[in-house]
């Protein structure tokens, strides 16, 4: 199993630019979210997708839109990027349901926005 | 809405000592309570959590927890503390209402040899 995997790893993008970062796993996962991870701020959630075919916001969606393309599958989209959006990004995944399930996070996305 | 505090930004501790990171939480209902740790440049590692039952957590290379519901805490511990475990460790609490994780800002640890 490759767990839970991120495309790409590194990104440097100008003001202005857009771009999607990947997230896919293979463990058969209901729930898929996307975080942010800023020094001091420990992890902060973008978006959430507690089934396929639905998702919601969470503490910092401004900026940002997703895609859950299927079961596996969990993409983040930034339409035009802000030096505000320079950060690490981690996309996990969890069986979902009543709560009681850890996260398995992939190994992170750096994104700079010159 | 539920929040988690981890009061130390940095914690050090002498190779074979016992180690302490603390985490106090607020969450409204019975909390789900969770600890990650974080390598250089990975992902977050899960090491364990608490849902019910026993307040004492047993979990992933040496690590527990205790949960303690008067204090709204769940501090992380570990009888003795090896070089390896320097790393950045993360608490996190989801309610039995709500889909999302709090996370914690991060405490760093350093095993010092």
């Known amino acids: 199993n490759a767990g839970v995997t991120q495309t790409p790893k590194f990104q440097v993008l100008k003001t202005g630019q857009s771009m999607t970062l990947q997230c896919a796993q293979d463990?058969?996962?209901?729930?898929m979210y996307w975080y942010r991870q800023d020094p001091g701020m420990g992890l902060r959630l973008i978006y959430y997708?507690?089934?396929?075919?639905?998702?919601d916001k969470g503490e910092v969606p401004n900026g940002y839109n997703v895609s859950r393309l299927n079961k596996r599958e969990f993409s983040l989209r930034l339409e035009s990027a802000a030096p505000s959006q320079t950060s690490v990004y981690f996309c996990a995944s969890s069986e979902g349901g009543t709560g009681t399930y850890e996260q398995y996070f992939g190994p992170g996305t750096r994104l700079t926005v010159t | 809405a539920q929040s988690v505090a981890q009061p130390e930004d940095q914690v050090n501790v002498a190779e074979g000592n016992p180690l302490t990171v603390k985490c106090t939480y607020s969450v409204s209902g019975n909390p789900y309570l969770f600890w990650y740790v974080q390598y250089p440049n990975r992902g977050l590692q899960f090491l364990l959590k608490y849902i019910t039952g026993d307040n004492l957590v047993k979990g992933s290379y040496g690590f527990e927890a205790e949960f303690n519901k008067s204090q709204t805490s769940f501090h992380l511990k570990k009888p003795s503390a090896l070089v390896s475990d320097s790393a950045l460790y993360f608490c996190?609490?989801?309610?039995?209402?709500?889909?999302?994780?709090?996370f914690g800002p991060g405490t760093r640890l350093s095993v010092l040899p």
């Open positions: 996190a609490v989801r309610d039995m209402s709500g889909q999302n994780f709090v």
């Open positions: 463990m058969n996962h209901n729930s």
């Open positions: 997708s507690a089934s396929e075919g639905t998702t």
